[in-house]
C-alpha cells in the first residue's frame, strides 16, 4: 500500500460511530495521528520486499520519536530489519533500538545474535551502533557479552567505535558495579589512544567508574595537555575538570608563599575590617608576628619553582578562553582560578565577562563563579565594574547576582559611583531587587567605614518612600547598622519608633522593636509608648512580632519598672494563652526570670546582665564567602550543596610528589633506533660549526628565548603522547602533536644556519684578527651539545624542563641577560677593526645568499651606505655576515626615535604657578629603579625674581593599582635658571590619570599627568617569523581591524614608520614585504604583547591591524595611530 494512498484514507477521518475525529494538517503529510491503521500501514512497509519503502517507514518512525510520540507498539516489526541487508535502513533500525530497547528487552534479546554480528560488519557506523543498542538492552543476563564486545570495540580500527565502546563503559558498570576491575583495564587501554575523538568520552568512563584512580592519568597526562586543543568541546570541559583536581594532587601550591604571609588578615580586611573598636589583644598580634616570621622563614629557605608540567597544563588550557562554548570558557576560567599563581589569574577576567553578553542561563553560571571569585581576587575584576551595572531588561535572579558582584568589587575608590548606581536601582519597579540594593548597601556600609553615615542617612530617607517593602527592609538594615554606633543616632531610633504606626510587614516591625527594646536608655520616653501600642494590637500581630513584643517588655521592665509594670504583666498574661507554644513557653521564661518570686532561682539575680548585655555588632557578609571549597562550575556550587557524583576538589600537597611519575619510557625496535642514531650523528655534525653561538649572543633574545621554550615544550609532549624521545617514530605515525611540528622547524632552521655557516667558513680571513669571544663561545656550545645529545633520555628531560620553566616564568631576566650579553660580544669585537675581504669574494656571497631562502634576510647594502630606519635590522644581520662589527646603539630599542620628537606636556603654567612653569614628556628610557614604571622627565623653570625651595611631590591620589616613584627633592633652584629630574609611575596599563601634589617651600598646586595609550608600552624585538607565529595567536577579539585613506606626504614607507613610531613606543620588525610595516611592543606593567601592521595599497589606501591581549588598550592605540596616520 503507497504512502499517499494511505494519507488520502486518513484525511477521510474515522467513520467508526463513538470514536473521535482526527484533523489532519495536509502540511504534515498526516504522519503523526493517533489513529492505529496508520501504523497497520507502517508495519506493511516495514514487511514489504522493497528497501525503499522500509527506508521510508523508518524515517517515519525515527520522525515520530523525535516530535515524542510513542512509537513502541511497532517494536516487534522493526526488529525483524535489523538484518536487512541495506545500511541506511539498519542504521535507523539501530536509532530505534537504541531509544526502546530498555523498554522491550524480552524482544530486544531474541535479537542478541544479529547485535553480535553487527559488532563485525565492515561498516564502522553500522559497528557502532550494535554495541549502542548492545549496551543499552539493561539485563544482567547479557553482562559478560557486552563486556567482550566492549573489549573488542576498544581494540577496533576506528577512533569513531572505540568511542563508542568509552561511551558504552559506564552503561555497564551502572548495571554491574562488580565488573569495575575488567572496564578499569578497558579504560587504561582507551586513555593511551592518540586520537582526539577518544580523548573526552574515555575521561568521561574514567571519572564515572574510578575516578580516584589517578595512577592512570600520569602517563598520560602530557599527551591529555596537548590534544586538549583539539579535542571536541564537551571532552575539553570534562578533560579541564579532571585535570585541575589532578594538579590539586600532583603540584604544590603556586600562591605558597603569599598565603603564608596573608594568613590571618586576608578576608578580615574585607569583611568587618573597619570596626570602629580595634581591640586586639597583645597575644593575638604576638602570633600574627609569629607566624608572619615562620612565613619569611619558610619564603627564604624554600623558594618555590613552578613545575614544568603544571606549566604546560595552564599554557595549554589558555587559548581556550577564546572558545565559542560557555562551558569550555567557565572550565579553563576554574581551572586558573584553582591551579594558576595569583599573578597570572586575572586573564579568565575578560573571558568571564564577555560570557556576560551569553543568554541568561548562562550569565546566572558565570555571575555565581564571578561572585565567589570576586570575595578573593576582587581586583580581577574592578577594570570590568562597568560590566556588572544592572540593566533594566535583566531578569531579577541575573539583577541580584549583579548586585553581590558590585558589593563585593566595592572599595574605598569606587564606592561614590557604586553608591550612585544603587540610588537609581532603589527606583525600580522589581520589588525583590530594591529589597536587595538595600542590603547591598548595608554591606557595603558595614565594609567601607568612611561611607557608614552616608548609607545610614540615604537608608533614612527611604524610611518616607510609599513602597511599604523598601521602608520594611530599609529598617532591617538601618537595625543592623545602628549596632554598630547606637550613641551617635538616637534621633534615627526616635524616627523608627513613629513607624510603628504605618508599617505593616513584620520583619521590619519586629526590627524596629528589637532597636527599642535594645537603646531604650536612649529614648526613655518614647518606648513605654511605643509598649502600649503594641500591647493593643498584641492578639493580631504575627509571631515573629509578637516575641519582640514580650522581650521589650522584658527590657521595659528591667529599666523603668514603675512606667511599665503593669504593662509587661498584662502582655504576659496574653502570651500565657497564646495559640504558639513558643510564645507561651517565652512568657512563662520570662516571667520567670524578671518577676522575683520565693520559687524563683538563682537566674533571676543576673536578668538585667542577660537581657542587656552587649551585643557584637553582625557582619553582613555575602553568601558566596565559603562556597569555594567546591569546585567553580560544578552543579555544587551553583546549589551550594554536594551533589550526587561530585568529586570533592583535594587540598594542596605539602611535599610535592614525584614528577618522573609523568615520563613515558621509550620502547626502542632496531630500524628505528637506527634512524634516530643517524639523526643524532647529523645533529653532532651541525653542531659543531654553529652560525650563532648557544649562549644566545648574537640571536635576537626574544626569538632564542621562545625557541628554547619551544624546544622544551616539544620534549614534553614528545615523551608524553609519542613512544620515542627523538621524534623519528613521529614522522612516520601520522601524529598530529605540537612536538613533531616543532621539531621539525627546529630541523630546518638548523639546516638554515648550517648553509650561511658555510658562506662565512669561507671567508679569508686570519685567524689572529678573527673574534676571539666568539670562537670561544663555539667551543663551549660543542662542548655542552656533545653530552646532551648522547646522554640519556632522563637527562634530556631535566634539562627540558628547566629550559621550558626558565623561558616561560622568567622570560623578561632571560631577555635582559641575553641583551646584555649580546652588548659585551659587540664591544669585544668593536675594539678590533675587521679584515675587509676582496670584493670578488663578496660578489659570490651576495649570489650565494641570492640562493639561499632566507625569509629574514634583504639584498644587502653598500658598507659604506647608512642604514635607514625601516630596514635596519635585516641589514645589520646582513652586515654581520659580512664581518662587520656592530655597534651598541643598533640593538638598543630606544635609539629608534630621536629624544627631538618627543612630545612635551605643560603640567603647571607660569601664571598659575607664580613663575614656576613645569613641563613633562615620556622619555620612553627604561626607569632603573621598577622596569615596570613609565619614566616621566619633568623639566622645572624658574621665571620669578626669587629662588624656588624644597620641590617635591607630596599626596599622590592614585587609581587602584597605580604606583608612582618620586622624584629626589630638588633643595633650591635659582630664578631663572632650568632643572630636569625623572620620575616612575606605574599607570597599570590604563590612561587614567596620575593625581599628586608639586610642593615648594610656600605654595602647593594641583597637577595631574595622564599619559597617551602609546606612552604605556615598550619597543621588543622579533623576528618576521615570531611577529607572525604571535599575531596568530591574538586572533578573534584581540584583533582590531581599520581602513584608511593615507595622505600624499604619510604614503612613502619612511613616513609611516615614522608617525607610528611617534605615536607609540613600539620598535620596527622586519619585513619581506615593501608594502607592509610592522611594530612590536610590549606593555609596561602587564608585558602583554602589542603588535600593529600596516598594509599599504595602491591610491593611498591603507589597512591598519593592532593586535593586543588587552582589548582596551588595543581599541584606543588604534585611534591614536589612525589619528597620526590620516593628519
Not at 563508542?164 to 587501554?189: F, R
Not at 589532578?246 to 604544590?252: D, H, I, M, P, V
Not at 507554644?581 to 526570670?593: G, K, M, T
Not at 630621536?898 to 627604561?926: A, D, M, W
Amino acid at each position: 500500500m503507497s504512502a499517499s494512498s494511505a494519507f488520502n484514507d486518513e484525511k477521510g477521518g474515522s467513520s467508526n460511530v463513538g470514536e473521535p475525529e482526527y484533523g489532519h494538517d495536509p502540511a504534515s503529510g498526516g504522519i503523526f495521528s493517533s489513529d492505529y491503521k496508520r501504523h497497520d500501514d507502517l508495519k506493511e512497509m516495514l514487511d514489504s520486499n522493497k528497501d525503499s519503502l522500509k527506508l521510508e517507514a523508518m524515517k517515519r518512525i525515527v520522525a515520530m520519536i523525535a516530535r515524542g510520540k510513542n512509537a513502541s507498539d511497532l517494536f516487534p516489526a522493526v526488529v525483524k530489519n535489523v538484518a536487512c541487508k541495506n545500511i541506511e535502513v539498519k542504521k535507523l533500525v539501530y536509532v530505534y533500538l537504541v531509544r526502546y530497547a530498555e523498554e522491550q528487552q524480552d524482544l530486544a534479546l531474541l535479537s542478541i545474535s544479529t547485535f553480535q554480528r553487527g559488532l563485525k560488519d565492515p561498516n564502522q557506523l553500522i559497528r557502532a551502533s550494535a554495541l549502542r543498542v548492545l549496551s543499552s538492552i539493561r539485563v544482567t543476563i547479557i553482562v559478560p557479552i557486552m563486556m567482550l564486545a566492549i573489549k573488542e570495540a576498544a581494540s577496533d580500527m576506528s577512533p569513531y567505535v572505540r568511542k563508542t565502546a568509552a561511551h558504552a563503559i559506564p552503561k555497564l558498570y551502572s548495571l554491574d558495579p562488580e565488573q569495575k576491575d575488567c572496564l578499569i583495564e578497558v579504560i587504561e587501554k582507551l586513555l593511551a589512544d592518540k586520537t582526539t575523538l577518544v580523548a573526552g568520552s574515555v575521561v568521561m568512563a574514567f571519572e564515572e567508574v574510578c575516578p580516584e584512580r589517578i595512577d592512570l592519568i600520569h602517563k598520560n597526562y602530557r599527551k591529555l595537555c596537548n590534544l586538549l586543543i583539539d579535542v571536541e568541546e564537551w571532552g575539553q570541559v570534562v578533560i579541564i575538570n579532571m585535570l585541575t583536581r589532578y594538579a590539586r594532587t600532583q603540584f604544590l601550591n603556586p600562591n605558597m608563599n603569599e598565603s603564608l604571609l596573608e594568613e590571618g588578615g586576608g578576608e578580615k580586611a574585607f569583611y568587618g575590617s573597619d570596626n570602629d573598636d580595634d581591640t586586639d589583644d597583645e597575644e593575638d598580634k604576638e602570633e600574627k608576628e609569629k607566624k608572619k616570621t615562620e612565613a619569611t622563614a619558610i619564603v627564604k629557605r624554600k623558594p618555590y619553582v613552578m613545575d614544568p608540567d603544571h606549566r604546560l597544563l595552564l599554557r595549554n588550557t589558555k587559548p581556550l578562553l577564546q572558545s565559542r562554548n560557555a562551558a569550555v570558557v567557565m572550565a579553563v576560567a576554574q581551572l586558573y582560578f584553582h591551579l594558576a599563581p595569583k599573578a597570572e589569574v586575572g586573564v579568565i577576567a575578560k573571558a568571564l565577562v564577555r560570557l556576560m553578553r551569553s543568554h541568561s542561563e548562562v550569565q546566572y553560571v558565570v555571575l555565581q563563579n564571578v561572585a565567589t571569585m570576586s570575595i578573593k581576587r576582587r581586583g580581577m575584576f574592578e577594570p570590568y565594574l562597568k560590566s556588572f551595572y544592572i540593566r533594566s531588561t535583566d531578569p531579577t535572579q541575573i539583577k541580584v547576582l549583579k548586585l553581590e558582584v558590585l558589593t563585593n568589587l566595592a572599595n574605598e575608590t569606587n564606592i561614590s559611583t557604586i553608591l550612585r548606581e544603587f540610588q537609581t536601582y532603589i527606583k525600580s519597579n522589581d520589588k525583590d531587587f530594591v529589597a536587595a540594593t538595600i542590603q547591598a548597601i548595608g554591606r557595603c556600609a558595614t565594609n567601607i567605614g568612611e561611607v557608614r553615615d552616608t548609607c545610614l542617612n540615604g537608608l533614612v530617607q527611604l524610611l518616607s518612600n510609599r513602597d511599604e517593602l523598601v521602608v520594611a527592609e530599609s529598617v532591617v538594615v538601618i537595625k543592623k547598622l545602628l549596632q554598630m554606633q547606637p550613641e551617635q543616632h538616637s534621633d534615627i531610633i526616635k524616627h523608627m519608633a513613629k513607624l510603628t504606626d504605618n508599617i505593616q510587614v513584620p520583619m521590619a516591625r519586629a526590627s524596629i522593636l528589637w532597636l527599642i527594646g535594645e537603646y531604650c536608655e536612649h529614648v526613655p520616653k518614647i518606648a513605654p509608648d511605643v509598649l502600649r501600642k503594641m500591647a493593643k494590637t498584641f492578639t493580631n500581630e504575627e509571631d515573629i512580632v509578637k516575641l519582640q513584643i514580650i522581650n521589650l517588655a522584658a527590657k521595659l521592665y528591667l529599666t523603668n519598672s514603675k512606667q511599665t509594670k503593669l504593662l509587661t504583666q498584662y502582655v504576659l498574661n496574653l502570651a500565657k494563652y497564646d495559640q504558639n507554644y513558643d510564645i507561651r513557653d517565652r512568657a512563662r521564661f520570662i516571667r520567670q526570670l524578671i518577676v522575683p518570686t520565693d520559687k524563683s532561682g538563682a537566674l533571676s539575680k543576673y536578668a538585667k546582665k542577660l537581657f542587656l548585655a552587649l551585643k557584637p555588632a553582625p557582619v553582613l557578609e555575602s553568601p558566596f564567602k565559603d562556597r569555594d571549597h567546591f569546585q567553580l562550575g560544578s552543579l555544587s556550587h551553583l546549589l551550594n550543596a554536594k551533589a550526587g557524583g561530585y568529586q570533592v576538589l583535594p587540598d594542596w600537597p605539602e611535599a610535592a610528589p614525584d614528577p618522573s611519575v609523568r615520563n613515558v619510557e621509550v620502547k626502542e625496535s632496531v630500524p628505528e633506533w637506527t634512524k634516530c642514531s643517524s639523526r643524532e650523528k647529523r645533529k653532532e655534525k651541525k653542531a659543531d660549526k654553529p652560525f650563532y653561538s648557544d649562549s644566545e649572543g648574537e640571536s635576537g633574545p626574544t626569538e632564542s628565548a621562545d625557541s628554547a621554550s619551544d624546544t622544551a615544550s616539544g620534549s614534553e609532549s614528545g615523551s608524553g603522547s609519542e613512544e620515542s624521545g627523538s621524534g623519528s617514530e613521529s614522522e612516520e605515525s601520522n601524529e598530529e602533536s605540537e612536538s613533531a611540528s616543532e621539531e621539525d622547524e627546529e630541523e630546518e632552521g638548523k639546516k638554515k644556519k648550517k648553509n650561511v655557516e658555510k658562506i662565512k667558513a669561507r671567508k679569508p680571513v686570519p685567524e689572529s684578527e678573527s673574534e676571539p669571544s666568539s670562537g670561544e663561545d663555539v667551543k663551549k656550545s660543542e662542548k655542552k651539545s656533545k653530552p646532551r645529545i648522547g646522554s640519556s633520555e632522563s637527562e634530556s628531560e631535566e634539562d627540558n624542563d628547566s629550559e621550558s620553566e626558565s623561558s616561560e616564568s622568567e622570560e623578561e631576566e632571560s631577555e635582559e641577560e641575553s641583551e646584555e650579553e649580546t652588548k659585551k660580544k659587540k664591544k669585544t669585537t668593536a675594539s678590533k677593526p675587521p679584515s675587509k675581504p676582496p670584493k670578488k669574494e663578496n660578489k659570490k656571497e651576495k649570489k650565494e645568499m641570492s640562493l639561499l631562502d632566507f625569509d629574514d634576510f634583504d639584498p644587502a647594502p653598500s658598507p659604506s651606505q647608512v642604514t635607514p630606519l625601516n630596514n635596519f635590522l635585516s641589514s645589520s644581520l646582513v652586515t654581520d655576515l659580512e664581518g662587520l662589527s656592530l655597534t651598541d646603539n643598533v640593538l638598543s630599542p630606544t635609539t629608534i626615535i630621536p629624544s627631538g620628537n618627543l612630545k612635551t606636556y605643560e603640567l603647571l603654567h607660569r601664571i598659575t604657578g607664580e613663575g614656576l612653569s613645569v613641563e613633562y614628556c615620556f622619555s620612553r628610557q627604561p626607569f632603573s629603579p621598577d622596569p615596570h614604571m613609565v619614566a616621566v622627565k619633568i623639566q622645572f623653570t624658574n621665571s620669578a625674581t626669587s629662588e624656588a625651595k624644597s620641590l617635591h611631590v607630596e599626596d599622590a591620589k592614585l587609581q587602584s593599582g597605580m604606583r608612582i616613584k618620586e622624584f629626589p627633592e630638588i633643595e633650591v633652584l635659582p630664578a631663572g635658571e632650568t632643572v630636569s629630574v625623572v620620575m616612575g609611575i606605574d599607570f597599570c596599563d590604563s590612561t587614567q590619570a596620575a593625581n599628586f601634589q608639586l610642593c615648594t617651600h610656600t605654595r602647593k598646586f594641583f597637577v595631574s599627568i595622564q599619559p597617551p595609550v602609546g606612552e604605556l608600552m615598550m619597543p621588543i624585538f622579533m623576528t618576521e617569523n615570531e611577529f607572525k607565529k604571535e599575531q596568530g595567536q591574538l586572533m578573534g577579539m584581540n584583533e582590531i581591524t581599520e581602513k584608511l585613506t593615507l595622505e600624499e606626504k604619510c604614503q612613502g614607507e619612511h613616513a609611516v614608520v615614522q608617525r607610528v613610531t611617534t605615536a607609540a613606543n613600539l620598535s620596527r620588525v622586519p619585513c619581506g614585504s615593501d608594502k607592509e610595516c610592522r611594530f612590536a611592543g610590549k606593555t609596561v606593567t602587564s608585558g602583554s604583547l602589542v603588535l600593529v601592521s600596516v598594509v599599504t595599497k595602491e591610491d593611498g589606501a591603507a589597512q591598519l591591524t593592532v593586535n593586543c591581549e588587552k582589548m582596551v588598550i588595543g581599541t584606543m592605540l588604534v585611534k591614536d595611530i589612525l589619528q597620526a596616520l590620516t593628519q
